[in-house]
């Protein structure tokens, strides 16, 4: 049994652009023929509260075995402070920049990560670094990437486009009208324009990357990570795991909210199939905010469904998926992506 719930992460006021990451899982673990629960990212501050109801409500327990805060951005970090506090984390996989630098005085959000990091202490919360090879449940869930010293280099980058006054910015649609990506729908896939020169910021690379195998399940969770972060996880799991060919995903979440930055089709092609031969179906999982006009990008909702994927996107809802979990009450079918119109993506 395993079961994925996305929840909605928006900037507090609800009208903001900004998109986050909150999941929760429940999965079996083998050797032990019982469930656990894990947390990979808690949204913004607000957003941690929900997610504790969320486990409380569907998961009936306010014990987390295990929380992963992928990177230190507060769309993505603020709201396991809020987690810890309403539950019983039993460990806390996360970065700490101050082991790996000898000054972060520049390192956005650091504040809110020394608190996360203090408070986990000060509550007996077991404190890691997810990089590659950390393994828990008796290998069911892997940190593909980054390695220690992918991590320290990315680290150095970001530090550095800090100091020098570099951003990674885009043009903000707060206060704009909800999009309706419905009203993009085609009739017909177009050709593909998803490019090969996307590029994120080396603090979203720095994210980390997981993977759960339960059963002959595999699914795969990306964070903010980049092409060339994915692809040494690509590297990771063909090692662990086997090639993709042969032991193709169930489930991937698109990273950075289905930015077009983060993907490519070479990286799709390694990781889904190409499109005249995709692995599997698949199921793909995008968090989005609902009035967030880049996210999730057209470009890439066409690419994954070209290789074999039924595409979803959070957009205000809580989105769930499952295997031989309980049946919820007043929960609707969710309908997939269809092609969407590219003009102007």
């Known amino acids: 049994m395993h079961e994925v719930d ?64 992928t990177h230190p951005d507060a769309d993505h970090l603020n709201g396991l402070t809020t987690l810890i506090e309403k539950t019983q984390v039993k460990e806390l996989l996360i970065h700490q920049p101050r082991l790996h630098t000898y000054d972060v005085s520049d390192f956005s959000n650091l504040e ?40 320290e280099d990315l680290l150095g980058q970001h530090l550095a486009e800090v100091r020098g006054g570099l951003s990674h910015t885009s043009k903000s649609s707060f206060g704009s009208t909800v999009r309706d990506l419905l009203s993009r729908t ?64 169930n489930f991937f979440q698109a990273p950075h909210h289905g930015s077009r930055r983060n993907l490519s089709p070479s990286i799709l092609d390694r990781i889904l199939g190409t499109r005249s031969a995709p692995y599997a179906n698949v199921t793909s999982f995008i968090s989005s905010a609902k009035v967030s006009e880049k996210h999730p990008s057209p470009k890439v909702v066409n690419a994954l469904s070209r290789r074999g994927c039924e595409v979803f996107a959070t957009e205000g809802r809580t989105i769930h998926h499952g295997r031989g979990a309980p049946v919820r009450m007043n929960w609707t079918t969710l309908t997939p992506f269809g092609p969407l119109s590219e003009e102007d993506a």
Do not use: W
């Open 6 to 69: 996305f929840l909605p992460v928006e900037s507090e006021s609800g009208m903001g652009s900004k998109s986050g990451d909150a999941i929760a899982l429940r999965f079996t673990v083998e050797a032990e023929q019982r469930n656990a629960v894990m947390v990979i990212d808690g949204g913004f501050s607000h957003v941690g509260e929900g997610l504790a109801d969320h486990i409380s409500q569907y998961y009936e327990t306010d014990i987390v075995d295990l929380a992963i805060s």
């Open 112 to 151: 809110a990560l020394d608190s996360l990091i203090s408070l986990a202490k000060s509550r007996g919360v077991k404190i890691t670094e997810p990089f590659t090879g950390v393994t828990r449940f008796g290998g069911q869930i892997s940190i593909l990437g980054p390695t220690v010293e992918y991590y």
């Open 186 to 249: 085609l009739s017909y896939l177009p050709i593909e324009t998803l490019g090969e020169d996307g590029e994120t910021s080396p603090r979203n690379s720095t994210s980390a990357i997981t993977l759960l195998r339960e059963g002959s399940e595999r699914l795969l969770f990306t964070g903010d990570s980049g092409i060339r972060a994915l692809g040494k996880a690509c590297d990771e799991y063909e090692r662990i795991v086997g090639e993709f060919s042969a032991a193709p995903l």
